[in-house]
């Protein structure tokens, strides 16, 4: 299962992950927003994609099972729902599309999230249920596509007055139950192979070392600052991405 697997590429992968795991217990997102700009070039977008699903299935478990009774669905299941209609949707666009047009497509997601992220536009408060719809529909094209479905999630939490910890819950829940959606559709559609699953497993470990990681430098580093810097790394991560699509 892991004949075709060498030393550098398990390096290296697992590396990227380990850094994605430490963004996401620090800053609280971005993790496949971080990893998927160097990755995909690598191993191609749909494998990535796979990879990330598979990811994000191992690391959100982790802190779920330390706070399931905390769970918290109400705030969340139309977007879950909706996003579960679409993911097939993003995951034949990602088949049937350039991947060069998709990695560029990723690349504009990334810079303009990040810009976001760093003017911190104020937004209105969106309380109408047909929002939460509408964020599902994107982040179900989105995690098809390019196994992103924070993005909008995180947008769509902007414009809601939930404080840190319910945000926080929201989203764990949120994106654990994407990655095993994307993960159902992924094997349905003969994308979650042998060497998908080999890669995975043996950066697990790389993986859980970086959720200690991150643990313990959240006692020293400024959680807002950490994130600022994320943003600025997004933009030159989505830069590279342009440039690879365009090249």
Not at 222 to 233: A, D, Y
Request: aromatic share 14%; proline share 4%; with cysteine.
């Amino acid at each position: 299962m892991f004949e075709n697997l060498d030393l550098e590429l398990i390096f290296t992968i697992g590396g990227i992950l380990f850094s994605a795991t430490v963004v996401v217990r620090l800053a609280g997102f971005g993790g496949s927003l971080v990893a998927m700009p160097l990755i995909v070039p690598m191993l191609g977008l749909t494998f990535s994609a796979s990879l990330m699903n598979l990811f994000g299935v191992a690391s959100f478990s982790f802190v779920i099972f330390q706070r399931w009774r905390d769970l918290t669905f109400g705030d969340v299941w139309r977007i879950i729902l909706a996003g579960m209609f679409l993911y097939p949707v993003g995951i034949w666009t990602a088949v049937f599309v350039p991947e060069a047009l998709m990695r560029f497509v990723l690349g504009i997601i990334c810079i303009l999230f990040a810009i976001y992220g760093l003017a911190k536009l104020p937004f209105p408060l969106l309380q109408h249920p047909i929002w939460q719809w509408i964020t599902g529909a994107f982040a179900g094209l989105f995690g098809g596509a390019f196994s992103v479905s924070g993005v909008p999630a995180i947008l769509y939490s902007s414009t809601q007055d939930w404080e840190p910890e319910r945000f926080r819950l929201n989203m764990f829940t949120f994106l654990l139950t994407m990655s095993m959606i994307g993960v159902v559709f992924r094997i349905l559609a003969g994308q979650i192979t042998r060497p998908v699953v080999s890669l995975w497993l043996t950066a697990v470990p790389f993986l859980y070392l970086g959720i200690n990681v991150g643990e313990y430098l959240t006692r020293f580093v400024s959680r807002e600052r950490f994130r600022q810097l994320v943003l600025v790394l997004l933009i030159i991560l989505g830069g590279r991405m342009i440039n690879s699509a365009l090249g």
